[in-house]
């Protein structure tokens, strides 16, 4: 009888055991970047770009899910930057600047609360098909790959083709490191309700062979926050549309994001408009590129960027890529084409990059 009761216990610790998961992962990519006109001077400059390799940032995360019966689950996800030049954390020096979240999903979707990804943001897969690169979209508008909200709640479910979310924070970028990852606007004050609140809604319909998505993301200032948003009455909003397509070999997509800033008093209207395509060659050989165009009304200050890129794969882990690029600014631009990198203003700039790829 106690032999049974023994073998009943390991029985149920163990099926309590496979009711949780755990998962550790990461990728890293580090490249070398080669940029002409890197000052007003017109010097080139070789370099590791810290925020960014060629194909993805660098990070390593923590996720897992507790089975909790009648089809919920609790979830998490805990995702650290890390600048591989160097070794320290990104995302305005946090812990785990990327993702860190808890909540809970069933059939219905799931809500998470904590630091989350923005709906600008995940609406961006399929369609931003070279990924969140250097020489990418991010280059263009740095908002894009940094979509991400402190002090938030966020919802997501799917339905069939249809996919919904929305995200809403009480204070949206706690960090004041500076750059797009820490504009200190971390609200939550009871003097001023709306001081650095920030609300995202999406709206995709995808297929196996093509889909279109929708976004929109309204962030309020506050007090000392950066990019001129300095008081809670300014907004800097952003309407993404976007349509993708898949066949044969092919994968095409193209989209627009409408911006209305008021945190610039000179140029508050912008639009960025974009198209992207991927042709495998091969099943190990990729090439990929990018055209965008960032247009602000009643201005010259314009910026193109161009990108093509070729990818190697050694295995579904790792790969090495080599990329072009070019970006002309016209009037005070001064876009560059890598994140973190520099250009005179009102040049243009050529570059190529390298690296390698790994996940785990």
Same mark, same amino acid.
């Given at each position: 009888?106690?032999?049974?009761? $023994? ?12 009711? &949780? ?8 990519? &580090? ?14 400059? &070789? +370099? ?35 600048y591989t030049d160097s070794g320290t954390t990104g995302q305005g020096n946090r812990l785990f600047g990327r993702q ?5 999903? =069933?059939? +219905? ?68 490191? =500076? ?27 995808d297929t196996p062979t093509w889909g279109i998505t929708s976004a929109y993301d309204r962030k309020n200032g506050g ?7 300095? &008081? ?16 044969? $070999?092919?994968?095409?997509?193209? =989209? ?9 008093? $000179? ?42 890129? $070729? ?10 890529y080599v990329a072009i690029g070019h970006v002309s600014n016209s009037g005070t631009a001064a876009v560059a084409l890598?994140? =973190? ?20």
């Amino acid at each position: 009888m106690k032999k049974m009761i $023994a073998i009943a216990a390991i029985a149920a610790c163990g099926a309590a055991h496979a009711q &949780t998961n755990v998962t550790m992962y990461g990728l890293l990519d &580090t490249a070398i970047d080669y940029n002409t006109n890197a000052d007003a001077a017109g010097h080139s400059r &070789t +370099w590791i770009p810290s925020l960014g390799g060629g194909m993805f940032p660098s990070r390593i995360g923590f996720r897992g899910t507790e089975d909790l019966g009648n089809g919920l689950k609790a979830i998490f996800t805990l995702e650290t930057g890390i600048y591989t030049d160097s070794g320290t954390t990104g995302q305005g020096n946090r812990l785990f600047g990327r993702q860190a979240w808890v909540g809970v999903a =069933g059939s +219905w979707g799931q809500v998470t609360l904590g630091r989350n990804y923005n709906m600008l943001y995940n609406s961006m897969p399929e369609v931003e098909i070279i990924g969140p690169a250097q020489y990418g979209l991010g280059s263009l508008d740095a908002g894009i790959p940094n979509g991400r909200a402190d002090n938030s709640v966020a919802y997501k479910g799917t339905f069939g083709a249809v996919t919904v979310g929305a995200t809403y924070s009480l204070g949206r970028d706690v960090s004041n490191a =500076g750059g797009p990852g820490g504009t200190n606007c971390p609200g939550e004050a009871a003097a001023d309700a709306q001081a650095c609140r920030e609300w995202s809604a999406m709206l995709r319909y995808d297929t196996p062979t093509w889909g279109i998505t929708s976004a929109y993301d309204r962030k309020n200032g506050g007090t000392g926050a950066a990019a001129g948003l300095t &008081t809670s009455n300014l907004t800097d909003s952003r309407l993404h549309l976007a349509g993708y397509t898949k066949f044969d $070999a092919w994968r095409l997509a193209a =989209g627009a994001v409408v911006r209305d800033n008021e945190g610039s008093s $000179a140029t508050p209207r912008s639009n960025l408009y974009y198209f992207d395509g991927a042709y495998k060659l091969s099943p190990a050989v990729t090439i990929d590129g990018l055209a965008g165009r960032l247009d602000y009304k009643n201005s010259g200050n314009d910026s193109t960027l161009t990108m093509l890129r $070729a990818i190697y794969d050694f295995s579904k882990r790792t790969s090495t890529y080599v990329a072009i690029g070019h970006v002309s600014n016209s009037g005070t631009a001064a876009v560059a084409l890598s994140a =973190g990198g520099a250009v005179g203003a009102g040049m243009a700039q050529n570059g190529i990059i390298t690296g390698i790829k790994h996940s785990f």
